[in-house]
C-alpha cells in the first residue's frame, strides 16, 4: 500500500497563488502516476494535473497554463503551483497515486481545502 500526506491549501483571494505538496510512503515501485484531483461542493471529483514518474503531464483545460506539476522522484513527492487563482477552482483538492506494477495501487490522501474569495 501506499499512503500519502498532503499539505498546502488555505484561503485566497482571486488572482492569488497556492502550493500543493503531497509526500508519498509504502509500497513505491516504477512507472506510478501522481496527480491532483479536486471535488467542489455538488460536483464530481475531476482530475486537476497528473503526472508520470518519468515526466509526463496531464492537465485539464481548466488550470492549462495556471498550474504547474511537478515531482520528485528521489523524495517520492508531488507539488502543485496554483497561479491566477480563481473563485470556481475552490474545492477539496486530493493527492492521488497509481501504478499498475507490479501490482495494482491506487491510494488517495485525506483531501485540503482550497479557497479562493471574490
Known amino acids: 500500500q501506499v499512503q500519502l500526506l498532503e499539505s498546502g491549501g488555505g484561503l485566497v483571494q482571486a488572482g492569488g497563488s497556492l502550493r500543493l505538496s503531497c509526500a508519498a510512503s509504502?509500497?513505491?515501485?516504477?512507472?506510478?502516476?501522481m496527480g491532483w484531483h479536486r471535488q467542489a461542493p455538488g460536483k464530481q471529483r475531476e482530475l486537476v494535473a497528473s503526472i508520470t514518474d518519468s515526466g509526463s503531464t496531464n492537465y485539464a483545460d481548466s488550470v492549462k497554463a495556471r498550474f504547474t506539476i511537478s515531482r520528485d522522484n528521489a523524495k517520492n513527492t508531488v507539488t502543485l503551483q496554483m497561479n491566477s487563482l480563481k473563485p470556481e477552482d475552490t474545492a477539496v483538492y486530493y493527492c492521488?497515486?497509481?501504478?499498475?506494477?507490479?501490482?495494482?495501487?491506487?491510494?488517495w490522501g485525506q483531501g485540503t481545502q482550497v479557497t479562493v474569495s471574490s
Open positions: 492521488n497515486f497509481v501504478s499498475n506494477w507490479p501490482y495494482k495501487i491506487n491510494s
Open positions: 509504502g509500497s513505491i515501485h516504477r512507472f506510478n502516476t
